[in-house]
Nanobody
Framework: QVQLVESGGGLVQAGGSLRLSCAYS????????MGWYRQAPGKQRELVAL???????NYADSVKGRFTISRDNDKNTAYLQMNSLKPEDTAAYYC???????????WGQGTQVTVSS
């Protein structure tokens, strides 16, 4: 059974940094794409960043150059390093894994990031 647990959210001033973590279990790593999404109040959930099985990364234009997605297979943890945070980055952030064979998606419970101006 796939389980995802996010942590690392919080309140930070504009220009500050946070690192989100996603501890996962029950994953056969080689068949999954991992990603971070966010959802602000009144808005649709949007892709922030993803990392493929081969280690390639993709980012939303709004976070390019500021956020970095990574993973540590030994620790079964994925990360989202967020620098130069802006008030518009305020949202609930969700970890996602996508099984490329079954096309099934799994989600964590979310962690809140609030950036004050």
């Amino acid at each position: 059974q796939v389980q995802l647990v996010e942590s690392g959210g919080g309140l930070v001033q504009a220009g500050g940094s946070l690192r989100l973590s996603c501890a996962y279990s029950g994953i056969i790593y080689s068949i999954y794409v991992m990603g971070w999404y966010r959802q602000a109040p009144g808005k649709q959930r949007e892709l922030v960043a993803l990392i493929t099985r081969g280690g390639n990364t993709n980012y939303a234009d709004s976070v390019k150059g500021r956020f970095t997605i990574s993973r540590d297979n030994d620790k079964n943890t994925a990360y989202l390093q967020m620098n130069s945070l802006k008030p518009e980055d305020t949202a609930a952030y969700y970890c996602n894994v996508h099984n490329v064979l079954s096309s099934r998606d799994y989600w964590g419970q979310g962690t809140q990031v609030t950036v004050s101006s």
